[in-house]
T-cell receptor
Framework: GAGVSQSPRYKVAKRGQDVALRCDPI?????LFWYQQALGQGPEFLTY????????KSGLPSDRFFAERPEGSVSTLKIQRTQQEDSAVYLC???????????????FGDGTRLSIL | DAKTTQPPSMDCAEGRAANLPCNHS???????VYWYRQIHSQGPQYIIH???NNETNEMASLIITEDRKSSTLILPHATLRDTAVYYC????????????????FGKGITLSVRP
């Protein structure tokens, strides 16, 4: 079956521009996560959705970062007024159940590589 | 989540077993051990997870010590395609409804499989 799909695969933007990154989770998956991965580092948690509810946004680095999942399926991560330090791979993951009661693995997409010039 | 420690790198010969160690000495009773791997330019791929019993699936085996303070991921017959960064992660499961169970990655161990 289809896995987690992210688009675009690569994004280049000039400093100060706004960008939007899309994630299509596996159909029927309740939980959706966003992670940021800097070069040479492991992924770091940004935010978590259970259906359309954003239950944890503690990892978002600044108020320039905004995520939404309005219908409980597709999610968008938006970065406003991009800075060079925002350059990274942004990964999306989904899992079947709500995280609190499930012990199910997260399945990742291949990410969007964002480069800010 | 409890922290894990892994050596930075290791290598093994193609066709041989690869044994990847992980220490998690502060693991709690309700924390699972998860293993993911990340091949260059791809997202992390789930491999296996366990609580206290040894686990095996089509990809690998997970051996957890009786005191749960360490574990070993075993790839029984490594191939060149197994060259990747392998992450050992401990993760809380269960708890109140809606509780987040994010993954906390370290730097992982880079496995190089040589021909």
């Amino acid at each position: 079956g289809a896995g987690v799909s992210q688009s675009p695969r690569y994004k280049v933007a000039k400093r100060g521009q706004d960008v939007a990154l899309r994630c299509d989770p596996i159909s029927g998956h309740v939980s959706l996560f966003w992670y940021q991965q800097a070069l040479g580092q492991g992924p770091e948690f940004l935010t978590y959705f259970q259906n359309e509810a954003q239950l944890d946004k503690s990892g978002l680095p600044s108020d320039r970062f905004f995520a939404e999942r309005p219908e409980g399926s597709v999610s968008t991560l938006k970065i406003q007024r991009t800075q060079q330090e925002d350059s990274a791979v942004y990964l999306c993951a989904s899992s079947l159940g709500p995280q609190g009661y499930s012990n199910q693995p997260q399945h990742f997409g291949d990410g969007t590589r964002l480069s800010i010039l | 989540d409890a922290k894990t420690t892994q050596p930075p790198s290791m290598d093994c010969a193609e066709g041989r077993a690869a044994n990847l160690p992980c220490n998690h000495s502060t693991i709690s009773g309700n924390e699972y051990v998860y293993w993911y791997r990340q091949i260059h330019s791809q997202g992390p791929q789930y491999i296996i997870h366990g609580l206290k019993n040894n686990e095996t699936n089509e990809m690998a085996s997970l051996i957890i010590t009786e005191d749960r303070k360490s574990s070993t991921l075993i790839l029984p017959h490594a191939t060149l395609r197994d060259t990747a960064v392998y992450y050992c992660i401990v993760r809380v499961a269960g708890g109140s409804f809606g509780a987040n169970s994010k993954l906390t990655f370290g730097k992982g161990i880079t496995l190089s499989v040589r021909p």
